[in-house]
């Protein structure tokens, strides 16, 4: 054995001790052994310093040598019982519970006989060294969903059109919305994240793209009396919306002080200090980059507009789950990420992997990869901060919704990190406590009283699927996917939401017409080979589900409500079924992979108001056949 193979061997073992992936398989179906270079950048990123692969037989002393002193910085109880792990076992200490209770240890022991309660608790060790434990007491199943909610509507709420709609659609019109549809036999009404995005002189309308998880975007509130009419055009114009609402707000509104919390205060600073500094924080003055905000880095106009917005959302939002008393309930979109310019970045700087953005690595429908651009959570900083931000940023939208959709629930399991410069095709996957993540989902859906669906679609881990079965949490079954798949759909099973698309896949109607593949081949995705092949692959996936409903694709609108009699007469706890879907829409709201420059994605309207689809035969009889298959009463209308 050469140095060479010694120090390579080293440096993989260090990878994969840190949770690295040194070799997996792409959606090709093709073996990866990820390089140095990546493996190295990525081991740097997780706190391990290492410049060659020369180094990593020191690091990973160094490593071991600390992980052997080390106590676990987070334990669970499931169901409120404690089992302390090896390293805490015959400890003394205490567990000082939420409620302010302390239970003594002796011995590693909690004398009590009762389990803890749900919640996150401190397990404080009287040691040579004192350490404290994040205990995660959470429920095995997560908060059921109620069997009498069978189905409902999906749509992105900025693109929904009323007559009374202005530039974007606001909570007036989500409420209008959502008594047309639970009218109708509707339980939920699912919508895409509601979180904030960029808004100014280079709009960032994808949701999926967050100021932060951690607030609501004010661009949807109602603006009541001072609602401005905008002419609408092709494009939903985000920066008028933002204009109106900051019209509406105006310079004389002061924000509540009974109502503004530490976290808020420091949100609206924050989006001062960009309003003054710009929005890349990175290139701040250093005590501003470090999180010190003196008063000359923040515009007060600024700072004063997100407080009183981020109140005024708050308010509406609550007054319309009041007004609607769960019928239907909310189905709100918790993203996997946030945006590197936003508050969450920067007001956690510790917890996010710098110099490392997120994707995905090559797979049938990207053959390049992909680069979501965002920072990926540091896994031990997360454990470290008990998954504090992670909790917080999921009882943000339970507070509120009835359903909670988790994007790209494999993150609980391993995200693909790609280092800054890197190709995409030429990162690795990055391992994150599974256990540990799905407790604190558990926990708060159970705090909330909220069904969690995990969006687990694309290349799935094992563990995830086996986890969601474990703690009762519906996965996703998408009619297109299962149909490209598969030889045969069998349609979905009862641990499964069913959907016939995504916001990241084509109507039904664009799906059978091979839009999304021309739009790609039109902006270089694919190019002719690549093409052909997708337009065979997709005329065989419609085939398939042709045969499944037993009907033909052309006429699609039958084609839609076989889809919908299927769907719904399956063994499928909750069906969705998105709006445009219902007038057989043909663009896209998103095609993945595509920049603002190149398609309009985010930015599409509706092609009709809500009036027109309400007074529509044709959408009221597609929305019949899924109630009647579901078995729900419809309502009047």
Same mark, same amino acid.
């Given at each position: 054995?050469?140095?060479?193979?010694?120090s390579?061997?080293?440096?993989?073992?260090?990878?994969?001790?840190?949770?690295?992936?040194?070799?997996?398989?792409?959606?090709?179906?093709?073996?990866?052994?990820?390089?140095?270079?990546?493996?190295?950048?990525?081991?740097?990123?997780?706190?391990?310093?290492?410049?060659?692969?020369?180094?990593?037989?020191?690091?990973?002393?160094?490593?071991?040598?600390?992980?052997?002193?080390?106590?676990?910085?987070?334990?669970?109880?499931w169901?409120?019982?404690?089992?302390?792990?090896?390293?805490?076992?015959?400890?003394?200490?205490?567990i000082?519970?939420?409620?302010?209770?302390?239970?003594?240890?002796?011995? &590693?022991? !909690?004398? @009590?006989?009762? /389990?803890l309660? $749900?919640?996150?608790?401190?397990?404080?060790?009287? =040691?040579? +060294?004192? #350490?404290?434990?994040?205990?995660?007491?959470?429920?095995?199943?997560s908060?059921?969903?109620?069997?009498?909610?069978?189905?409902?509507?999906?749509?992105?709420?900025?693109?929904?059109?009323?007559?009374?709609?202005?530039?974007?659609?606001?909570?007036?019109?989500?409420?209008?919305?959502?008594?047309?549809?639970?009218?109708?036999?509707?339980?939920?009404?699912?919508?895409?994240?509601?979180?904030?995005?960029?808004?100014?002189?280079?709009?960032?309308?994808?949701?999926?793209?967050?100021?932060?998880r951690?607030?609501?975007?004010?661009?949807?509130?109602?603006?009541?009396?001072?609602?401005?009419?905008?002419?609408?055009?092709?494009?939903?114009?985000?920066?008028?919306?933002?204009r109106?609402?900051?019209?509406?707000? &105006?310079? !004389?509104? @002061?924000?509540? /002080?009974d109502? $503004?919390?530490?976290?808020?205060?420091?949100?609206? =600073?924050? +989006?001062? #200090?960009?309003?003054r500094?710009?929005?890349?924080?990175?290139?701040?003055?250093?005590?501003a980059?470090r999180?010190?905000?003196?008063?000359?880095?923040?515009d007060?106009?600024?700072?004063?507009?997100?407080?009183?917005a981020?109140?005024?959302?708050?308010?509406?939002?609550?007054?319309?789950?009041?007004?609607?008393?769960?019928?239907?309930?909310?189905?709100?979109d918790?993203?996997?990420?946030?945006h590197?310019?936003?508050?969450?970045?920067?007001?956690?700087?510790?917890?996010?992997?710098?110099?490392?953005?997120?994707?995905?690595?090559?797979?049938?429908?990207?053959?390049?990869?992909?680069n979501?651009?965002?920072?990926?959570?540091?896994?031990?900083?997360?454990?470290?901060?008990?998954?504090?931000?992670?909790? &917080?940023?999921?009882?943000?939208?339970?507070?509120?919704?009835?359903?909670?959709?988790?994007?790209?629930?494999?993150?609980? +399991?391993?995200?693909?990190?790609?280092?800054?410069?890197?190709?995409?095709?030429?990162?690795?996957?990055?391992?994150?406590?599974?256990?540990?993540?799905?407790?604190?989902?558990?926990?708060?859906?159970?705090?909330?009283?909220?069904?969690?669906?995990?969006?687990?679609?694309?290349?799935?881990?094992?563990?995830?699927?086996?986890?969601?079965?474990?703690?009762?949490?519906?996965?996703?079954?998408?009619?297109?996917?299962?149909?490209?798949?598969?030889?045969?759909?069998?349609?979905?099973?009862?641990?499964?939401?069913?959907?016939?698309?995504?916001h990241?896949?084509?109507?039904?109607?664009?799906w059978?017409?091979e839009?999304d593949?021309?739009?790609?081949?039109?902006?270089?995705?694919?190019?002719?080979?690549?093409?052909?092949?997708?337009?065979?692959?997709?005329?065989?996936?419609?085939?398939?589900?042709?045969?499944?409903?037993?009907?033909?694709?052309?006429?699609?609108?039958?084609?839609?409500?076989a889809?919908?009699?299927?769907?719904?007469?399956?063994?499928?706890?909750?069906?969705?079924?998105a709006?445009?879907?219902?007038?057989?829409?043909?663009?896209?709201?998103?095609?993945?992979g595509?920049?603002?420059?190149?398609?309009?994605?985010?930015?599409?309207?509706?092609?009709?108001?809500?009036?027109?689809?309400?007074?529509?035969?044709?959408?009221?009889e597609?929305?019949?056949?899924?109630?009647?298959?579901?078995?729900?009463?419809?309502?009047?209308?």
């Amino acid at each position: 054995m050469t140095a060479f193979d010694t120090s390579a061997q080293a440096l993989r073992r260090l990878a994969e001790t840190l949770g690295v992936a040194t070799e997996f398989v792409d959606g090709l179906g093709r073996t990866v052994r990820p390089g140095d270079d990546t493996l190295i950048a990525v081991c740097n990123a997780l706190g391990s310093p290492v410049t060659s692969p020369t180094d990593a037989a020191a690091a990973l002393e160094a490593h071991q040598a600390a992980r052997q002193q080390d106590v676990p910085p987070v334990v669970v109880a499931w169901d409120g019982r404690l089992e302390l792990p090896p390293p805490l076992q015959a400890a003394d200490g205490e567990i000082r519970l939420e409620s302010g209770e302390v239970r003594t240890l002796d011995g &590693g022991v !909690d004398p @009590s006989s009762t /389990p803890l309660p $749900i919640g996150y608790h401190a397990l404080v060790l009287e =040691r040579a +060294r004192a #350490a404290t434990v994040t205990v995660i007491s959470a429920p095995v199943r997560s908060f059921p969903l109620d069997p009498s909610v069978r189905w409902g509507v999906g749509a992105q709420l900025a693109a929904v059109r009323t007559e009374r709609s202005r530039s974007i659609a606001d909570l007036q019109d989500l409420l209008a919305l959502a008594r047309w549809s639970a009218d109708r036999g509707s339980a939920v009404v699912s919508l895409l994240p509601l979180l904030p995005t960029f808004n100014g002189a280079s709009p960032e309308p994808s949701p999926y793209s967050p100021v932060s998880r951690l607030f609501w975007s004010e661009l949807h509130l109602d603006l009541g009396d001072a609602h401005r009419p905008t002419h609408i055009g092709d494009l939903l114009d985000f920066g008028a919306a933002d204009r109106e609402v900051r019209h509406a707000l &105006g310079p !004389d509104r @002061s924000p509540d /002080p009974d109502q $503004i919390d530490p976290e808020l205060a420091r949100y609206a =600073r924050f +989006r001062g #200090a960009q309003a003054r500094l710009g929005r890349a924080w990175m290139t701040w003055p250093d005590a501003a980059r470090r999180g010190v905000l003196d008063d000359g880095h923040v515009d007060p106009d600024e700072e004063r507009f997100h407080l009183v917005a981020q109140q005024e959302m708050r308010s509406q939002l609550a007054s319309l789950t009041s007004s609607l008393d769960g019928s239907p309930l909310l189905g709100l979109d918790l993203a996997v990420g946030v945006h590197p310019d936003g508050y969450d970045v920067w007001s956690r700087q510790g917890l996010f992997a710098a110099g490392m953005s997120v994707g995905a690595p090559p797979d049938a429908g990207f053959p390049s990869g992909q680069n979501w651009g965002f920072p990926p959570i540091l896994p031990g900083a997360s454990q470290t901060d008990g998954h504090r931000y992670l909790a &917080g940023s999921i009882a943000h939208q339970a507070r509120l919704a009835g359903v909670l959709r988790i994007d790209h629930v494999m993150a609980l +399991r391993r995200l693909y990190w790609i280092p800054s410069g890197a190709g995409l095709a030429d990162g690795t996957y990055v391992q994150y406590p599974l256990e540990e993540l799905f407790a604190v989902v558990c926990v708060e859906s159970h705090r909330h009283r909220c069904a969690i669906v995990g969006e687990n679609l694309g290349t799935v881990p094992p563990e995830i699927d086996t986890g969601l079965a474990l703690h009762g949490i519906l996965g996703m079954y998408l009619a297109q996917f299962e149909a490209g798949e598969t030889p045969n759909p069998t349609g979905p099973v009862a641990t499964e939401a069913a959907l016939i698309n995504t916001h990241d896949t084509p109507s039904l109607a664009g799906w059978v017409d091979e839009v999304d593949v021309r739009e790609r081949l039109l902006v270089g995705l694919l190019d002719e080979t690549g093409a052909a092949k997708e337009w065979t692959s997709r005329r065989q996936a419609v085939a398939r589900l042709v045969r499944a409903v037993g009907v033909p694709s052309d006429p699609v609108g039958p084609f839609l409500e076989a889809v919908l009699d299927w769907l719904g007469a399956s063994a499928s706890p909750l069906v969705s079924v998105a709006m445009e879907d219902l007038w057989l829409e043909s663009q896209p709201v998103n095609i993945p992979g595509t920049a603002s420059d190149q398609r309009a994605n985010w930015r599409r309207p509706w092609s009709r108001t809500l009036d027109d689809v309400a007074a529509d035969p044709a959408v009221v009889e597609r929305l019949r056949h899924l109630a009647v298959a579901r078995g729900r009463p419809v309502g009047r209308g």
